[in-house]
């Protein structure tokens, strides 16, 4: 009995879901984590240029290359680990290095990515953080000292997350050396993978957040226009029941909006929509950490809630007052075509109505030249019919004025019959 064949794609679709695995670390330890992305006017990344960028690191510490076609890789690099991600819009660079330096987020951590090597990338850094993993000081007031010292106060959000097993600190600033600092203390005996799953939900919360960030921009950019074009919009709207202007030269200029609203639609659609997508992300693996309070610090989630989400809601603004200055101009556009049609259809109107008279005056004046006609025709045909009858007539002693009288109301009655008969027939 021969088998039931596998969709081709079976496997890659299974091998997809552990494509990613969350890596396993030990206490102390720390993490360089950079995130690169092209220009904003670059949708998809050019695929063959990571590839590139990534081999030249490897070959910098002389490691083995990933397979061809590959979107993920992990490998060693010098002491560290390397783990790299390709993703839609962005390509991550992750370095786990054992222990810690003296000198808190020292920046010659981030040495294991070279400055030239950085230099040369296909993109722009958007996204670079330091990430410090040290043991659970039992002294809390003793660890939050620490925190304090090392991040700026103001801003600063403490958690602590995954039922306790570890207590998570970053203020989102970027330090002097251009790296944001996060700081992990994880509680005795707390295993590795759980680790790796705490430091991959921070590097991926401050990813997500600086992609949907990516959208505040172009929602003000886009603020500039709507403010432009919404004052034109509001005045024809307000002036489509005056005669100052001309109907059509009113659509033609709210067309012309139309179409405007419709370009900026299509140029910031996808942004948009990717940054609803990445905030999603960013409150998902917040709530998945299950954050608790330090001391009555603010966690991760009242920080996003103040700081983050008012940039989200602009956003959303945004694309809502887009959406609905199109819809008004195309009911607006809707209302002034009908006003357009109806003006047209009475004017048509009028039109046949002076066609109807044309036609009526060409009839009675037809008739007219009907009636002339018959009188022309029988005039000739009571000639040619004289000479016919003539010499019949004069044997019977008829003078030709008898014969003409008598011959008149015949041959006129006769025309008049034929002219009438012809015209019934064509009508």
């Not at 992990?74 to 003296?102: C, M, Q």
């Not at 002294?139 to 997350?161: Q, Y």
């Not at 009571?382 to 011959?407: E, H, Q, R």
């Amino acid at each position: 009995m021969a088998k039931i064949k596998d969709h081709p794609l079976r496997f890659d679709l299974v091998n997809e879901l552990h494509a990613r695995p969350f890596p396993a670390l030990s206490v102390p330890c720390h993490a360089v984590y950079v995130a690169i992305k092209e220009p904003e006017r670059a949708v998809s990344r050019d695929r063959g240029a990571d590839v590139a960028h990534l081999l030249a690191l490897l070959d910098r510490y002389s490691c083995p290359h990933p397979q061809p076609g590959a979107t993920h890789f992990s490998g060693s690099i010098g002491r560290h680990d390397l783990k790299w991600e390709s993703h839609t819009e962005f390509v991550t660079y992750t370095a786990f290095g054992p222990g810690v330096s003296p000198r808190a987020f020292d920046p010659a951590e981030a040495d294991v990515f070279p400055e030239v090597w950085m230099a040369d990338a296909p993109g722009g850094r958007l996204v670079s953080a330091l990430i410090r993993v040290e043991e659970m000081l039992e002294d809390e007031d003793a660890m939050l000292a620490k925190l304090d010292g090392w991040f700026v106060p103001e801003s600063l959000a403490i958690s602590r997350v995954v039922d306790g097993a570890a207590v998570i600190a970053g203020d989102f600033r970027i330090d002097p050396a251009g790296h944001m600092r996060f700081a992990v203390f994880v509680r005795k005996g707390t295993g590795q993978r759980r680790i790796g799953r705490i430091v991959q939900r921070l590097c991926e919360v401050e990813t997500y957040r600086a992609m949907s960030m990516l959208g505040l921009v172009r929602a003000r950019a886009l603020g500039a226009n709507l403010n432009r074009l919404d004052p034109q919009l509001s005045t024809l709207i307000s002036g489509m029941t005056g005669a100052a202007h001309p109907p059509e030269e009113v659509l033609q200029t709210l067309l012309e909006i139309s179409a405007e609203l419709e370009s900026l639609a299509v140029q910031f659609s996808f942004r948009f929509g990717a940054t609803e997508a990445y905030e999603a992300i960013v409150t998902q693996r917040i709530s998945v950490m299950r954050e608790a309070r330090v001391q009555g610090r603010q966690t991760f989630g009242e920080f996003m809630m103040r700081r983050y989400d008012p940039a989200m809601r602009t956003v959303k603004s945004s694309e809502a007052r887009l959406r609905t200055m199109a819809e008004r101009a195309t009911r607006a556009a809707e209302l002034l075509r009908t006003r357009v049609d109806v003006e047209r259809s009475a004017q048509n109107q009028r039109l046949l109505e002076s066609m109807d008279a044309r036609a009526d005056q060409q009839l009675r004046l037809q008739t007219t030249v009907e009636g002339l006609s018959v009188v022309a025709i029988s005039y000739y045909a009571m000639n040619i019919m004289s000479y016919v009858i003539y010499p019949v007539t004069d044997g019977f002693g008829l003078s030709k004025g008898w014969t003409m009288a008598v011959l008149a109301p015949l041959v006129i009655l006769g025309v008049w019959y034929l002219v009438r008969r012809i015209r019934n027939r064509f009508d």
